[in-house]
């Protein structure tokens, strides 16, 4: 039996045990949320979505221009774009794709900032067409391209604002995998190369240079390479915009050691700035947080399939890597708790439906006494969860629900098989035909009832020529 009722800041904001002892996000007990809507599913409790953008902005004001861009790679769900549009956040997007999830969300074009170390020509030119607030420029063969697209049509419409992203040679401690500020990175302009990007960018006359951008990696639980960055940026000139990108970690387990709160890594950044005299009037300040806006506001609820004990206890889910891939790509530690008997003393690991051993979603879970039909509920799966979900053994992709004052709501579907095949054109190569292409022995595509090296097969399985039938 449960004995605590509060959660820890791992669970969303307003989440407890209810009266019956289950776990209660966005006021919906979350057994019922499983009946209701089946597992897995991923739910996001609303308030704390929008507390924690309000948490940003207040934080910020401070300063008199001073903008939260939500990195919306971190959650690119159109109801959590709709939702930090409302709350008055601009918009991070990395590929045309994230552009045009951001502009159907309702983001204006001028709350916008385009990122991407390779952006295609047609990823520049829409967000051109549309003209976002800001282009963060990466490379000079974008800068090339960009040269190009609006030397087009010059003289006509306003420059396009830039900003230059500057690699710092600023390290933090994360995973490699997200670490980005390191000199040896795939992403911007070196500190010795970006004195001249900056000059050409002043040649360009389709675009204006407004600042400088730096990100140094994402899931940093230290303030110090904030600063370090702050002071390395502000090296590099005078500026009226400078876009200090994200990256404040947040809290996976309650074991792991606390992230700075966001009121601190705000102030941090705003008094560096100040120091460094990026903080006078007039300035504006960017900041772009993806996983500390949303990852503590998520859940994801499982079902337990299977118990088998060897030298493990080994609790078999129906999701795994397809709805969270962050335990296998980065070893990162969850938590799993079952979702009406929250506390429990058997070390069990908590497996993946998928066909592979590194399916592991968390290693060390104390359960209690699980058994299949049980609903797990693993927190903090609110940020990069959904965004790098797959169909890997056509497992289709869970829906997302919000819950907020004890009402919930689908906000995006589960995917259906149907789903799963809905992009196929041709069943094969040959239209209206799904013999096997064997090389040579089915050439071309050819409809149905036309001539067909595969149409039959003969005794032994050898094929014989005649009228496709498929
Ligand atoms: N700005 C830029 C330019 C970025 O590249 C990123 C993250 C952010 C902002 C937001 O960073 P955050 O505040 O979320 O740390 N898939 C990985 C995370 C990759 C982050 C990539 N860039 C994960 O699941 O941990």
């Known amino acids: 039996m449960a004995t605590r009722t509060s959660l820890s800041n791992v669970f969303p904001l307003g989440s407890r045990l209810n009266e019956r002892g289950r776990v209660e996000v966005g006021g919906c007990d979350t057994i019922e949320l499983a009946k209701q809507f089946g597992t897995p599913a991923y739910v996001v409790a609303e308030d704390d979505v929008r507390a924690r953008a309000q948490t940003f902005l207040s934080a910020g004001e401070g300063h008199d221009d001073f903008n939260v861009v939500f990195a919306s790679k971190a959650f690119p769900c159109t109801a959590v774009l ?93 995973h490699e995998k997200i670490s980005t500020g390191q000199a040896n990175s795939k992403f911007g302009f070196g500190m010795d190369e970006v004195q001249e990007a900056i000059e050409r960018v002043r040649t360009i ?46 809290p996976y387990t309650e074991a792991q050691p606390s992230p700075p709160t966001i009121e601190d890594y705000v102030g941090t950044l705003l008094s560096a700035a100040r120091e460094h005299g990026m903080g006078a009037p007039g300035k504006r300040l960017l900041i772009e947080p993806g996983r500390a806006l949303t990852a503590n506001a998520g859940v994801t609820l499982y079902t337990v399939e299977s118990v088998k004990r060897n030298v493990s206890t080994w609790v078999a889910v129906d999701g795994g890597m397809s709805d969270n891939l962050r335990p296998m790509l980065y070893g990162t530690s969850y938590e799993a708790h079952v979702a009406d008997r929250f506390i429990g003393t058997t070390r069990c690991v908590i497996a993946g439906k998928h066909c592979e051993s590194g399916d592991v979603i968390v290693r060390d879970a104390l359960l209690d006494d699980p058994r299949p039909g049980d609903v797990i509920v693993t927190p903090a799966t609110g940020a990069y969860g959904f965004a790098m979900a797959s169909n890997y053994n056509g497992v289709p992709r869970p829906p997302v629900v919000f819950c907020k004052d004890d009402d919930a709501r689908v906000v995006v579907r ?57």
């Not at 149905?448 to 090296?453: I, N």
């Open 82 to 174: 709709a939702l930090f549009a409302q709350e008055g956040l601009w918009c991070d997007v990395a590929s045309a794709g994230e552009l045009h999830l951001a502009l159907n969300a309702g983001y204006a074009a001028e709350r916008i900032v385009m990122h991407g170390n390779a952006k295609s020509e047609a990823e520049l030119s829409a967000a051109l067409g549309v003209r976002v607030g800001l282009i963060v420029v990466d490379n000079s063969d974008e800068l090339d391209r960009l040269e190009r697209l609006t030397g087009a049509g010059a003289g006509e419409e306003a420059p396009q604002e830039v900003l230059i992203r500057v690699t710092p040679d600023v390290r933090g401690e994360t």
């Open 205 to 250: 006359r389709g675009l204006s240079l407004q600042g400088l951008h730096a990100h140094v990696g994402s899931q940093l639980l230290e303030l110090d390479p904030f600063r370090r960055e702050v002071a390395e940026v502000a090296r590099l000139g005078e500026f009226s915009v400078w876009d200090l990108g994200g990256g404040l970690g947040v």
């Open 414 to 470: 589960r995917e259906s098989f149907e789903d799963l095949t809905a992009r196929d054109v041709h069943r094969t190569l040959a239209e209206g035909c799904t013999h096997a292409n064997r090389a040579g022995a089915h050439p071309g595509e050819h409809a149905r009832g036309s001539e067909c090296s595969q149409a039959g097969s003969a005794a032994g399985g050898a094929r014989v020529s005649g009228v496709c039938d498929r």
